[in-house]
């Protein structure tokens, strides 16, 4: 049990000038669960790994319940880690391989043999003990590298995208039984993922990075409502949220038929240095759709994608003169055609962005 | 072997190959037959085959290499060497070398490869030393250099009165190395040499095994960090388990070689060494056949070479599968 400070960490790779993690802040709770997402690139692999202990923090620190870590070797910090790939053993048996770290620091054998049985009933692993990793499916692996992150009872879990290499149903699955298993063990974890959904679903706080720098810390309730700027806005989210920069007026933005009325306080945040411009943003599912006199957005239905329960309208609309992208969340038992014209009015006030740095203008 | 395990596990009985589907012989699969297995099966009894048996047949024979009768003796040549005290004692010589020089050389050879692949700095990524390719590079220069040479020149290095090394000893102020004769002296001549074979041996087996070491997930040397193992508890909890089939291979063609070993001697022991005391029976072999003129005598000792080396390869894998190194269910 231990919190986890990211004091503006750093890590710059040899023979680059960029930083893979910039100047990262980041303070998580004892017991908490934080996801680190991000797309392919982002650096989120690269701060968990600084946690570790398997990449060296070049500026800043890193510091476990208080405690200066940042040069500390890997085994000093206690720490767990699960791979993307588990990184089992290859020669020890299933139950070898949970007890390897505990031989490693000359716990009684009687002792190694309770946690590992303790730590296998937990994931349903008694029957593959004598196994070796060869000779299990993919879920049971990945239930071992749990397993073998449990029985250390360290003070924090590391989770390097570990569901990534389990088929879709067996994800959502083994996705709540982490969930849930950290909640029973209380064990402060930080997860990385690229899935936003896992990210959503899992975390008690989530938090988003882009070319190492970290764009928002929230709860993903927050982080869904109240995105902190164009990119997490279109990262949180599936299908993404509608994200478009039209022109900014005297009170409000215009998008294409629509009139997005705006107070004068966001009006003028807007405009800083914008250029005439603002870049409004709703959700697929905060759209409803219209009569043709009801002053709605125009839009030509290009494709319909049925999901039983609801449907994905994908279409095109004109926007001061640019045809652009818009993609809609309705009613899966009444959908429009493909070809017909259908008109959108968001349900609720849009989010707004500056146009120029991104950041959300609230008001 | 492999066969019968398949068909225990998955409980069914053993059906004969080929019978049921047997297809019918065409002129396209008869030649095809001919040319594929037939030419090949030919090279290999007329080049390969053939003189392993009339070597058998020499080695039961008097044949001194240049007349054209012969007699045969039966098993006379091998009474023969049992009672040949500088055969044992070059059969002693061979063995000597087939047992130490393997050995050394895997594990200097393994210690070196996981160094300069997993023995770097304890925090940050699992890692090699600094500059680790150029000690590999290096490493691997002997094994370019042919093993005659490798002789000749550590002939001259040992020479008790102009050799390099000497001059380093009595400088160091080891005056008792002045004009010490190391190849001359029959209590040093065999571990000289064998120092020699095991500094040329070295480098290959180490870019082998560092092959092998780098064809292991990444991740498991992370994750064995993490689990608080030690450098050199990782190499041999990890790495020798998981690179077994190499070291194994290593171990035989090691064997072979140093069972052997006749360029080593030939060129820094061309007469045995002190009181025969580096002779292996390559060596003995040689000169029995050619300067004293005993082909069929000579013959035998080829012979016992032969089942020394395949009783070698025999112990190899046996020891092998003793320790556990065959894993037979993942096998299929």
């Known amino acids: 049990m231990a919190t986890v400070t990211y004091d503006a960490a750093s890590r710059i790779y040899p023979g680059s000038t960029k930083p893979a993690v910039d100047a990262l802040n980041l303070d998580i709770e004892d017991g908490e669960f ?20 398997l990449e060296d923090v070049d500026r800043g620190a890193i510091l476990i319940d208080g405690k200066d870590v ?79 992150a449990i029985v250390r009872e360290p003070q924090v879990f590391l989770m390097d995208e570990p569901l990534s290499n389990l088929d879709a149903k067996l994800r959502v699955q083994t996705r709540s039984q982490i969930a849930a298993l950290q909640a029973r063990l209380g064990t402060t974890t930080v997860y990385v993922t690229h ?74 945040k807007a405009g800083e240095g914008a250029d005439g411009k603002v870049t409004v943003g709703f959700r697929p599912e905060d759209v409803q759709l219209v009569g043709e006199g009801d002053g709605g957005l125009s839009m030509t239905v290009d494709l319909v994608e049925e999901l039983g329960s609801d449907a994905y309208v994908y279409g095109r609309a004109d926007l001061d003169g640019a045809e652009e992208q818009f993609v809609i969340r309705t009613d899966g038992r009444h959908t429009p055609n493909m070809g017909d014209t259908v008109y959108l009015k968001p349900q609720s006030t849009p989010h707004i962005f500056n146009a120029a740095t991104g950041e959300r203008i609230d008001g | 072997m492999s066969s019968s395990a398949s068909t225990t596990s998955t409980g069914r009985p053993a059906r004969p190959a080929g019978r049921g589907r047997r297809k019918r012989l ?39 290499g240049f007349s054209a009768t012969m007699n045969f003796v039966g098993a006379g040549n091998f009474v023969k060497l049992f009672q040949d005290d500088t055969f044992l004692l070059s ?44 000690y590999r590079v290096v490493s691997f220069f002997p094994y370019a250099v042919p093993a005659v040479v490798i002789g000749i020149i ?40 064998i120092f020699v074979i095991v500094w040329s041996f070295v480098g290959f087996y180490m870019v082998l095994f560092i092959a092998g070491i780098r064809g292991i997930d990444p991740e498991i040397f992370e994750s064995a960090r993490l689990d608080g193992a030690s450098r050199v508890r990782t190499a041999w909890s990890l790495v020798v388990p998981l690179i077994r089939d190499n070291v194994q291979t290593a171990y035989i063609y090691l064997g072979i070689a140093s069972l052997d070993s006749f360029v080593y001697m030939a060129a820094m022991n061309p007469d045995g060494g002190p009181q025969n005391s580096t002779l292996v029976m390559s060596q003995d072999l040689y000169i029995t056949a050619f300067t004293k003129g005993q082909f069929g005598y000579a013959t035998s000792m080829g012979v016992m070479l032969a089942v020394v080396t395949l009783v ?21």
């Open chain 1, 34 to 53: 934080l996801v680190l997402v991000g797309p392919s690139g982002c650096g989120k692999s690269t701060s968990l790994r600084m946690l570790a202990g």
């Open chain 2, 91 to 134: 059969l002693r010589n061979s063995v000597i070398l087939g047992l130490v020089v393997p050995f050394v050389t895997i594990v200097l050879a393994l210690a070196l490869a996981c160094v300069v692949t997993i023995g770097g700095s304890g925090t940050g990524a699992v890692r090699g030393l600094r500059r680790s390719s150029l």
């Open chain 2, 154 to 193: 550590w002939a001259q290095i040992y020479d008790p009165s102009r050799g390099i090394l000497n001059a380093v000893l009595t400088s160091l102020g080891f005056q008792r190395a002045e004009n010490y004769p190391w190849l001359g002296d029959s209590r040093t001549a065999m571990a000289a040499t």
């Open chain 1, 70 to 148: 940042s040069n500390l070797p890997p085994k000093a910090r206690d720490i767990a880690m699960v791979f993307q790939n588990y990184a089992l053993y290859p020669h020890m048996t299933v139950f070898d391989n949970m007890a390897f770290a505990l031989k490693l620091r000359k716990t009684p054998k009687s002792e190694i043999e309770r946690r590992v049985k303790e730590a296998a009933a937990l994931l349903n692993l008694q029957e593959y003990l004598d196994r070796k990793p060869k000779a299990l499916s993919g879920g049971q692996r990945q239930r071992v590298a749990m397993g073998r």
């Open chain 1, 195 to 268: 899935d936003q959904t896992e990210a959503l679903t899992m975390g008690h706080r989530v938090a988003v990075l882009k070319d190492g720098l970290l764009q928002q810390v929230d709860t993903p309730r927050n982080m869904y409502d109240k995105p902190a700027n164009v990119f997490v806005a279109g990262f949180i989210g599936s299908p993404a949220m509608n994200i478009k920069t039209v022109k900014l007026g005297d009170n409000g933005a215009v998008l294409g038929g629509l009139a997005v009325p705006l107070t004068r306080e966001a009006v003028a």
């Open chain 2, 26 to 64: 065409t002129f396209d699969r008869v030649s095809f037959f001919a040319v594929f297995l037939g030419v090949p099966l030919v090279i290999f009894l007329v080049f390969v085959v053939s003189p392993f048996v009339q070597a058998i047949y020499y080695s039961l024979t008097d044949w001194n």
């Open chain 2, 312 to 332: 070698f390869a025999a112990l190899v894998f046996i020891i092998n599968g003793v320790t556990g190194g065959r894993d037979k269910e993942g096998r299929r």
